[in-house]
């Protein structure tokens, strides 16, 4: 079971600030989903830590990597091949916006590339999400301000999603935020 | 994969249920096998503990 490591998303500032919020965030009774899990340093810091932990990535360098720390891996695309419920759900979303001409064609592009806008992966997912996420769920979706922090934080709002910034960080052109939804099908506004 | 994985996964395209055929297990864990969607006529398979979801049709 053989693996590039040059070819899995390392550790950033944006690994660690998502880190930090799930933290902050799991309970003992949580079931997580972290989906784009790269190189597994979100998930492998709550191990042990919550009922059940699963990771996905579409990346098969990623995913034998995290099968290796002992996670329970899946090849997946988002939310694809699961039924119902988790409690929490963690994202680093691929929220670069990227030009056709700056694609690089390989598996890191996978890992960074939001489409033009930066949120083509993100309006991907949205739709799916609460198909996986228990009512009273929860979502930490980490973005950058160049993907947009209020039409992320509209497009889940309209979705029925409550809505705050958990965290942020200014890095030199750009801040991060982790956002974190609460999932309530009764504020839907669709 | 953990047998237990089975209650939570579904096939990526018509969300259907998946069947699995094992062809190599330790007492933990499916190491080697197949998920088939009959739905899809379709076979995911399962290697070295790791199932591969993606969608293909």
Redesign the interface.
Known sequence: MFYQADQIYPVQEDTLLLKKAILEEIKLNDNVLEIGTGNAEVALSIVGKVRSLIVTDINPHAVIHAKKHGLDAIRADLTAPFKCCFSLIVFNLPYLPTDKNERIDDWLEFALDGGPDGRRVFYRFLPSLSRVLALGGRLLLLISSLTGLEEVLNALFKEGYSVEVLLSEKLPGEELYVIRGVYDKKKSVK | ??RS?L???????C?GDLQLEVEEENPEEIICGKLTCKACNVDYPIE????????RI
């Open positions: 994969m953990r994985l209650d939570i996964i579904c096939c990526p395209v969300k070295e503990g790791i199932p591969n979801l993606l969608p």
